[in-house]
């Protein structure tokens, strides 16, 4: 089973703090991303990647960093936290297809309330 | 701009009733993914549709792909209350490398 796991299930952090949310993958999936989801906005894109040190900007990348050391890793990065950036965030990959993008696996999630 | 809407955004329905949820989307795609999340939880996927005409079966829960029309629908026969969760359509955009999601529909199957 492809297994992606996020470093924390739920964070508290203070405004002004920087944020590290990890993800791993298991799987050897070339593309990997980063969503928030918020009550009635359905899941919007921050960041993706599609190859290590790759990385394109989604729909709301404002406010928002990734990092792609590694094939297995993606990083996001709240360079300075701020209240309205509270909200679930979720990692996923998937496998790169014949130049179309499989089906998504999603990690557990991160509750990521700013105080 | 591809943009996918869901409806209806929620769903209360009597067990052992069938119902469609649908999913709409604005430009050329052919491939579609259902997911299922349950609350506090993340989303796990249900199905991957990838031509015209597709269907796809598990359970109680159907789906099936419209190219044309631009359509997918999630078909529920005989709902149980372990189905009450929510349940998003994605829809691959070729152009952009991205998924686009639905808002998502909240189902609740009461006993």
């Known amino acids: 089973d492809v297994k992606v796991t996020q470093s924390s299930r739920y964070l508290v952090k203070r405004t002004g703090e920087k944020v590290f949310l990890e993800c791993v993958q298991d799987?050897?999936?070339?593309?990997m991303f980063w969503y928030r989801q918020d009550p009635g906005l359905g899941l919007r894109l921050i960041y993706f990647?599609?190859?290590?040190?790759?990385?394109e900007k989604g729909d709301i990348p404002e406010g928002y960093s990734v990092s792609r050391e590694k094939k297995e890793r993606f990083s996001l990065i709240l360079e300075s936290a701020s209240t309205n950036q509270t909200s679930m965030y979720l990692c996923?990959?998937?496998?790169?297809?014949?130049?179309?993008?499989?089906?998504?696996?999603f990690g557990p999630g991160t509750r990521l309330t700013v105080t | 701009e591809l943009k996918v809407e869901q409806n209806p955004l929620f769903l209360s329905m009597q067990e052992g009733k069938n119902y469609t949820i649908y999913c709409n989307y604005s430009?050329?795609?052919?491939?579609l993914y259902w997911y299922r999340q349950d609350p506090g939880k993340s989303l796990e996927s249900l199905f991957v549709?990838?031509?015209?005409?597709a269907v796809k079966q598990e359970g109680r829960l159907m789906a099936s792909l419209d190219t044309k029309a631009r359509l997918s629908t999630l078909h529920i026969t005989a709902a149980v209350h372990d189905l009450s969760a929510t349940y998003f359509c994605?829809?691959?955009?070729?152009?952009?490398?991205?998924?686009?999601f639905g808002t998502g529909t909240r189902l609740k199957v009461l006993a």
């Open positions: 994605a829809v691959y955009s070729s152009g952009t490398y991205k998924y686009i």
């Open positions: 990647s599609y190859d290590v040190k790759m990385k």
């Open positions: 430009t050329t795609s052919d491939r």
């Open positions: 799987m050897d999936h070339e593309n």
């Open positions: 996923a990959s998937s496998p790169a297809q014949g130049g179309f993008l499989g089906e998504q696996y």
């Open positions: 549709l990838l031509s015209n005409g």
